[in-house]
Every structure is written in C-alpha cells, then in structure tokens.
C-alpha cells in the first residue's frame, strides 16, 4: 500500500496560552511544532497546515521535506485547518491521518500503529488511536470516502461528527499510557508535564 499522507493540524491560535504559543513551546532543544513534523515524516508524507506567513511556525518547519497549506481563515477554527489539508491531497490518496500538532507523547511508533491497522479489505472506514485503557483519541485516519464529508465541515469541533457518524465502521487503536490523549492547551498544563519528565 502507498504511504498514507499525514495532515498536520498546525494552524490555531493558542487561545489558552497566555500570549504563549504552544507549539513553539521547547521539547528537548526543538519547537514541539518541528518535533511533531519529523515524528510524522517517518510515518508518512507531511501535508502541514499553518497560519499564513510570516509567522513563527513557517521558521520552525524550515528544512523539512513537506507540504504547507496556508490557512487564512484559521480564526474559524480546526475545520478550516481540515478542510485545506484535505483539499490539498494528492487525488490518489487512499486515505489521510489527521494528526494533531500539540500531542507531545505521541511516537513514530504510535502512528505506524495506526497505519498499520488500516485495512481496506475490512468494512471499516475510520481507524483511531486510544489509550491503552481504551479511550478514543488521536491520531485518526479517515478512508478516503469519507473526504467529501470532511471537506463541509465549519467551526471548531473537528471530524467528532463524521467519526460518530461512522461508529460502527471505526476500529480503536490502542496506543501506549495516554499517549493518544495527552494535548497541552494551558501554561499550567505545560509545567505539569514537564515536571513528570524530569
């Protein structure tokens, strides 16, 4: 099977950050943003939405093999984000993971895990990561029949309403600990897992 394009979803606005910006954020001398992109590169080709340039993310990205989708109206929220990393897959594309760029325990592993669940042979349309005690999460990958469904969505909500709508055709991937849940949104969310890395 061709490689599953990867669609990183790097375009919001750090609202709950104080001024801070969350994927720009040091993990281990890089921006959690780079480290995000060279996790997914080695799952798959990168199709990486952003805020229109300038903007620091672009920088953080520079010398990486991948894709940027602009996303002018990334004020909207994630579906705007998902709706031209969609429309910028190649027309081949089986399938797509949308992965989330503030997971910071994510694996390359974790997302080969996903991936390799995927089987087109199966009546299975959605496949997702979970924790190892079984709660949905991310990444996701979605068939491509589902594209068309993707592409109508508006807001801030994400693809919940197409996963739902296909919950019966969705297999739970679990992942290690709470690898598939843990997003860092706040400041004291940051300092919380920094101090149970140390």
């Known amino acids: ?58 920088a953080a990205l520079t010398g990486l093999d991948l894709e940027i989708v602009e996303v002018p109206d990334a004020a909207e929220g994630m579906n705007a984000s998902l709706r ?26 974790d997302l080969s895990c996903v991936l390799g669940a995927v089987d087109f042979s199966t009546k299975n349309l959605v496949w997702r990561g979970a924790t190892e005690d079984g709660r949905p999460g991310h990444p996701v990958v979605f068939h491509k029949a589902l594209f ?15 996963v739902q709508a296909y919950r019966d055709r969705l297999e739970l991937v679990p992942l290690p600990g709470q690898n598939a849940r ?17």
Do not use: F
């Open 1 to 58: 099977m061709d490689k599953i394009p990867i669609l990183l979803l790097a375009a919001g606005q750090s609202r709950r950050m104080g001024g801070a910006d969350k994927l720009m954020q040091d993990i281990d001398g890089e921006p959690l943003l780079r480290r995000t992109a060279r996790i997914a590169q080695a799952a798959g080709p990168v199709i990486a939405a952003l805020p229109p340039a300038p903007h620091p993310r672009h």
């Open 84 to 109: 031209r990393a969609v429309a910028a897959l190649p027309r081949d594309a089986a399938a797509a993971m949308v992965l989330l760029a503030d997971l910071p325990d994510l694996t390359a592993t």
């Open 148 to 162: 068309p469904e993707l592409l109508k969505l508006a807001g801030d909500a994400g693809a919940q309403s197409v």
């Open 182 to 198: 843990t997003d860092l949104d706040t400041p004291e969310a940051w300092a919380e897992w920094r101090a149970q890395k140390q």
